[in-house]
Structures are given as C-alpha cells and as structure tokens.
C-alpha cells in the first residue's frame, strides 16, 4: 500500500513538473523579424520597442487611445476610424508586455505604463496637449499621466475604468505566481476575453485574434508584473487627482458590465466630477457593442 501511494506521488510530482512545459504558449522571440511582417509602425524608446498607429492630418488635434489590461491596440479599431473620419489625428499603441511592443523584465506598475507614455509621446515629436482614451485598466494610467502631466493633456475619456485593489497574495509567491500564470491563467485567457461582452455571440473571432502575441517571450511574466504591481493597488487616489486638474472628462459605462460592474461606478462619480454617460445593452467594451452611441459622443466631447 505504501508503495503504491509512492508511486502515485512520484506520477504526480512528474506530471506537475512537466505541466509548464506543456501547457506554456511563449515559444517565440518577438525580434525585428517578426515586427517587420506585422502591421502598424514601430519606434525606439527609452524602455524598450514600442507598437503603434497613427493617422489623420499632422496639424490635427492629436487623439491617443490607450488599450486596456490585455488585448493589444486593435481593441480600438472603430474608434480609431470614427475619430480619423472626424479629422483629428489619431494615435494608438501597445502597452509593454502586450501585442507587438517590447516585454521588458520590470515592474508594470501605474508609473510604469505612464513613463510609456510619456517616452513615446517625446518619440514621435508631440508636444502639443493631445486628449486621451483610456479603458478598463487604462482608466488609472490616463488619469494618472493627466495628474503628473497636466500641460501635455487636454481633454480625457474614460470607461468602465478598473478602479478597486485586487486581493491576489498567491500570486506574489515566488513561483508560486509564475507556476499559476504558465499552467492555469495565461491558457485560459482568450476564452476568458468574451465575458467582456454582454453578447459575447457577436464577436466569436475575438479569442483567435487575442492568441498571436501569446506566442512571444515575456507575455505572462509581463501579465503576472502587472497583476502584482498594478492592480494591487486602489486606483481611486489617481481618479480624484485626475478630478484635481479641471480638466474636461467624459465617463461612459456599460450598464451589463461584469469585469467592472456598473454598480460600482459611483466609488468613481464620488471623486470624479465629469460628464457621466450609462452606455446600455454593453459590457466592459462599450465601443465595441454600441459603437454608434459612443463613438459619436467621444467625438462631440473632443471637438468642443
């Protein structure tokens, strides 16, 4: 008996060893090879390659749309064509750790993604104060970078913005975290994309589109950072420094969001005194499910 529960611990402490190798999706370098067969266009800053879009006139007022936790920058496409339409210049990009931009070994924290920002905006020459569109996890990053930067922003969009701490301590394990990520989370993530949705029937491409930057080196290791620099933390304290600054603010929400349920934006109005906009039958994507509601009202608030 004794020996057959050996046994069946040792099969067990085997199969647990080789699950990472099974289960990891990370077998490619994301080098210049790849980048010169994607679309889009790339530039050098000070941490690292950064993924990015732009259009519309150069003497235009400048849009910057910032994704959120995950899904790389194509999470914008209609609203970076309603906007482009609108005349402004429209830029997008990939936060680091997601799409085609760098995956640097760092802490992804509110300040991290905000650097990000700021380097790419020196890269590309523009100073003139552009508008910013944050979503879910950006929300806290627009806000943040609006605080820090007040002269360099003139109008904010935010919505359904992550606003409460996550309580993850097992994650912060060492190994622990990383064993979790590789075997469990990061595998689970493109079908885990669709409770974004209220009608998650409409977008049965979306999983397949977000699986191509899981193949690349430093996808989860850039996921699990943030998880435990990032969303560890309340971000209500960037919100109201966002408030602080008198700037324009637009926020929308979808009434059947779950990821960030539309209960809790009043934790949000309570310090953020802007322009407030229930987006119906949509979930954490608003733009996505009603585009013709939102895009239309982010493009109005914009050209006042």
């Known amino acids: 008996m004794k020996k057959k529960a050996a046994i069946a611990l040792i099969v ?16 490619l370098e994301l080098n210049d090879e790849v980048r010169a067969q994607a679309p889009g266009s790339f530039v ?21 749309l910032v994704h959120g936790g995950t899904v790389p920058y194509y999470l914008w496409d209609p609203t970076f064509a309603a906007l482009q339409d609108a005349g402004f210049r429209v830029l997008r990009y990939d936060l680091f750790g997601r799409g085609y931009s760098d995956r640097p070994d760092a802490a992804y924290s509110n300040a991290f993604f905000e650097q990000q920002l700021f380097d790419l905006l020196q890269a590309l020459d523009i100073t003139d104060p552009v508008d910013l569109v944050g979503i879910s996890m950006s929300g806290a990053i627009v806000a943040g970078f609006t605080a820090h930067h007040p002269e360099l922003v003139r109008r904010v ?15 912060g394990l060492p190994g622990v975290g990383d064993y979790i990520m590789t075997v469990f989370m990061e595998p689970a993530l493109p ?37 435990l620099n990032f969303a560890n933390e309340d971000k209500l304290p960037y919100f109201q420094a966002l408030d602080a600054t008198g700037k324009p603010v637009l926020l929308m929400w979808g009434e059947q969001d779950r990821t960030v349920p539309y ?29 013709d509601i939102v895009n239309p009202k982010i493009v109005s608030f914009l050209q006042r």
């Open 191 to 227: 079908k885990m994309q669709l409770d974004d949705f209220y009608r998650p029937e409409r977008f049965p491409d979306w999983p397949d589109r977000y699986r191509f930057q899981m193949q690349y080196k430093g996808f989860h290791r850039a996921l699990l950072s943030t998880l």
């Open 44 to 64: 050098n800053t000070p941490m690292g390659v950064v993924h990015y879009e732009m259009a519309g006139p150069p003497e235009a007022q400048t849009v910057v």
């Open 157 to 171: 969009v935010i919505m359904d913005p992550f606003h409460e701490r996550m309580n993850i301590p097992l994650l």
């Open 263 to 291: 209960e809790t934006h009043t934790r949000v109005t309570s310090v953020l005194h802007g322009e407030f906009l229930p987006i119906p039958e949509a979930g954490h994507l608003p733009h996505l499910e009603q585009p």
């Open 12 to 27: 067990i402490a085997v199969i647990l060893a080789v699950l990472p190798q099974i289960r990891d999706t990370e077998k």
